[in-house]
């Protein structure tokens, strides 16, 4: 199984992990960053979140070949509190997100995340879940397929291209993701086609959708800032702008004074911010060149500093 872990070594060394530690790997996928975390605390322990049960498969027997100080749990990371309070474990020492999707399952064809290949219309990282793609693309209304797309994948083509599917479906659905790229083809500027893939953005925003990201990424991350020890770090490694903003929002909020005080000569204790950002890291010239799929990720750092 091949996959790259974008900032594997940025991220691993500003997690400042120290023998004993406690780490969440919130976002298992392949083992590749948790393999690196693992190797870091012989007298630790990791507890690493997936929903996706070919990835837990393989990573299990991943890990357990470096030792057995870990524990995988098959959970959406929108629950990390309350399935680690389940554990008995209430602080840890340090968090990661490796947000975005695999490697792995854009290259697997039958998830239907990719617009290179052809597949069922899917997108689901948890195979349970519901909602997949063909539902969006097939029975969402015309204004909500226009909402999604240019909310979630910023996508100024929304219109037409929504009126495309509306389209095409009446005559039949829509089930594959090439059926859908070809829709999203015809219905933008021939310039439009020549710049980027003209459905990589659709893609994005349907597989948010699908996965309802945002609101568990926020959700997710608020709950580890709570889990975090005074000195633990959390690092969130984010793919698209949406993610970006929404991360870069919430560690300024957490980080700083609230407005109405910072005029005050002296700032009370209890309004101090308990957390303060350390980095952000883009990828080298050298791993873009590696892996070109990296070329979008940031890497954000924040600390606890107090209780």
């Known amino acids: 199984m091949l996959h790259y872990s974008v900032l594997l070594k940025e991220s691993i060394d500003n997690l400042n992990i120290k023998d004993g530690d406690t780490i969440v790997d919130c976002t298992l996928g392949y083992g590749g960053h948790s393999s690196e975390i693992l190797k870091l605390i012989p007298n630790g322990h990791l507890y690493a979140f997936d929903q996706d049960v070919d990835a837990i498969n393989y990573s299990r027997k991943r890990l357990s070949k470096i030792s057995d100080n870990f524990t995988i749990i098959n959970s959406n990371f929108v629950n990390i509190k309350s399935k680690l309070y389940e554990e008995g474990i209430n602080k840890v020492d340090g968090i990661l997100y490796d947000l975005g999707v695999s490697s792995p399952q854009l290259d697997e064809g039958d998830r239907g995340f990719s617009f290179h290949q052809d597949a069922r219309l899917d997108m689901r990282m948890d195979k349970n879940n ?158 873009v060149n590696e892996n070109n799929r990296s070329r979008s990720a940031h890497l954000r750092i924040i600390e606890r500093i107090k209780d």
């Open 130 to 287: 519901s909602l997949s793609a063909y539902e969006v693309v097939n029975n969402y209304s015309y204004n909500e397929l226009v909402s999604i797309f240019k909310r979630y994948g910023e996508e100024k083509y929304a219109n037409s291209i929504a009126r495309g599917i509306e389209k095409i479906r009446k005559e039949k659905p829509i089930e594959t993701t090439l059926e859908l790229v070809e829709v999203i083809k015809n219905n933008v500027p021939e310039k439009y086609k020549r710049e980027k893939h003209p459905a990589r953005k659709v893609f994005q925003a349907i597989r948010i959708e699908v996965n309802d990201e945002l609101n568990v990424c926020e959700k997710s991350l608020r709950d580890s800032l709570d889990l975090l020890t005074v000195g633990g770090r959390l690092c969130v490694i984010t793919f698209h702008s949406l993610e970006d903003k929404l991360v870069k929002k919430l560690f300024k909020e957490v980080s700083i004074v609230p407005n109405d005080l910072m005029k005050l000569p002296v700032i009370p204790e209890k309004y101090q911010p308990k957390f303060k950002l350390i980095k952000m890291i883009n990828p080298s010239d050298e791993e």
